[in-house]
């Protein structure tokens, strides 16, 4: 099912606000979240907003990216609360809802997950360099870019490289998604995708619309994201080779400094108790005599290849790519890049991708009697 | 030429490999001193960490093995051991660890003299692969 949401002189955050003031004004909706400017700051920030004037705080195109807001999410879904909360989230934010809802952190039950074309995003360092060479308003500013199919930014700026390198920057995974690629259509089209959107967005009265108002927008689609596989599989190859070996890898990491960050901003590392917290890492003094001299001298902290591999190989079935990881990084290690040619291939081997869809298991979480023999032996 | 002698550490099923291996001793057959056994209550049990923890404290392969299919003592922990083993298979080998450094095999109790060669077999191949860069990572 598709409609038309009206569009005024492109104005795309206007639109997008105003399909979220109609979604709020339902009996059985009582809140949305979304990215909220933050008063006397040019930071956008997730928000929750209960009241329709306050809808105009909403702005759903920034290039501003400061969390995965999946994480908040659950904690507003943690519990039911007899009504609706619609989530306007990025993409990648809504496919880490999905995982997260499979690893019951969080339902979705009461949540109807809106989604649009996303056009990528900054790093939190060179947002704040963005916002603040930018005259206008940054998301404004961003959106020209975008549509003028010109994505050079001041000062040698470019977006994320988790964003650049994303193929999946369209809602597929929304109940209710917005293509908000179609700017030079005076409408957006709105798609219900799930039975849940369905239900909801008939109840708005939007004007029936047939596929010719998602041509142009497949058009752009389609163009971005050859773009993206371009970029994406350079990226794969240069990380493949930059840790080809025990040594490199070690070299890779050879700045961390295990502050934890990245699993902290992950969305997908929902441990609440994480073993690398535990007293299982509280290693006795003596040990670390016998580690040193065992090999004549040892790097502190410890652990730093092993923190990595681990998180490895218990999030990347589930990695969305977010790029969060590297965002919160203190000393720019490379770890969205390292994170997603793994999760590519971990994904790949079990026929996963993570977010897809509600229905799929997670890979590690089922199994069949007869399968990988290749793996015996 | 020196033989390289390599470090295994296998984590085996407490119900048949590790069964084995003691039907193995009591039979006075051999198999190679390469091999570090850890007995485990189930292949269900081992959690990729500790794999990776091994080959990062200078293992040169780990083995685990368990029960063969429909035989596991908890129904089903060696079909979820397999699926952990295939996703470690499909990671660690992007960091230079020879495939046939990461094993999995069934090894039923009464199985003794199997045991003994598929560790004999194990440690011949891992002598020729050599030891991991991981000794060279000082530290890590």
């Not at chain 1, 590519?344 to 007869?370: K, L």
């Not at chain 2, 030429?1 to 001793?25: H, K, Q, R, S």
């Not at chain 2, 850890?38 to 500790?50: A, E, S, W």
């Not at chain 2, 200078?58 to 397999?82: E, M, Q, T, W």
Request: proline residues 6%.
């Amino acid at each position: 099912m598709i409609r038309k949401l009206p569009l005024e002189k492109g104005n795309v955050p206007g639109a997008v606000r105003n399909l979220l003031r109609l979604l709020l004004a339902l009996d059985d909706v009582d809140a949305v979240m979304a990215p909220l400017r933050t008063p006397g700051a040019r930071m956008i920030m997730p928000g929750m907003v209960s009241d329709p004037e306050r809808i105009e705080a909403i702005d759903p195109v920034s290039p501003c990216f400061p969390l995965n807001a999946a994480q908040l999410l659950s904690k507003l879904a943690r519990k039911p609360t007899g009504a609706f909360l619609v989530a306007c989230l990025r993409p990648c934010e809504i496919r880490a809802a999905i995982e997260r809802a499979k690893l019951h952190q969080g339902s979705l039950e009461e949540v109807i997950l809106v989604g649009m074309d996303c056009g990528g995003a900054f790093s939190n360092r060179d947002y704040q360099t963005f916002s603040g060479t930018v005259s206008g308003d940054p998301a404004e500013a961003f959106c020209q870019a975008i549509q003028a199919d010109e994505l050079r930014f001041p000062e040698g700026l470019s977006l994320a490289s988790a964003c650049q390198a994303c193929t999946a920057f369209t809602p597929d995974a929304a109940d209710i998604a917005l293509g908000t690629f179609a700017w030079e259509s005076g409408f957006l089209p709105v798609e219900a995708r799930t039975e849940k959107g369905r239900r909801f967005l008939e109840r708005l009265h939007l004007e029936n619309a047939g596929m010719e108002v998602c041509e142009k927008r497949n058009v752009v689609v389609s163009d971005i994201r050859d773009r993206r596989i371009a970029f994406r599989d350079a990226m794969f190859e240069k990380t493949r080779a930059a840790v080809d070996s025990p040594e490199k890898l070690a070299a890779y990491f050879s700045n961390c400094v295990l502050c934890t960050n990245c699993r902290v901003a992950c969305p997908i590392c929902y441990c609440r108790e994480c073993v690398f917290m535990t007293d299982v890492f509280d290693h006795e003094p003596l040990q670390y005599r016998n580690w040193s001299r065992k090999s004549g001298a040892i790097r502190l902290p410890r652990d730093v290849l092993f923190f990595h591999l681990t998180r490895l190989v218990h999030m990347s079935t589930g990695c969305v790519g977010c790029g969060q990881c590297s965002n919160a990084c203190p000393n720019d290690i490379g770890v969205t890049e390292l994170f997603c040619t793994i999760a590519a291939g971990s994904q790949q081997a079990f026929g996963y991708f993570s977010g897809r869809s509600i229905d799929e298991p997670p890979p590690m979480t089922v199994f069949e009697t007869s399968e990988f023999p290749e793996v015996v032996g | 030429m020196e033989i390289y002698e390599p470090t295994i550490v296998a984590f085996v099923c407490n119900w048949c490999t590790y069964t084995a291996a003691d039907l193995a001793g009591t039979s006075r057959l051999e198999y190679p001193k390469n091999i570090r056994l850890i007995r485990v209550m189930c292949t269900g049990m081992v959690d990729p960490q500790y794999v990776i923890k091994a080959l990062l404290e200078g293992a040169d392969a780990v083995l685990v093995s368990g029960c063969h299919p429909g035989d596991c003592h908890y129904i089903n922990g060696n079909f979820k051991a397999r699926r952990r083993m295939k996703l470690l298979q499909e990671i660690l080998p992007r960091f230079g660890f020879d495939r046939n450094r990461l094993r999995l095999t069934w090894i039923g109790a009464s199985d003794g003299i199997r045991f003994v060669e598929i560790m004999h077999n194990i440690t011949r191949q891992v002598r020729e692969l050599g030891p991991t860069g991981m000794r060279n990572v000082v530290g890590f």
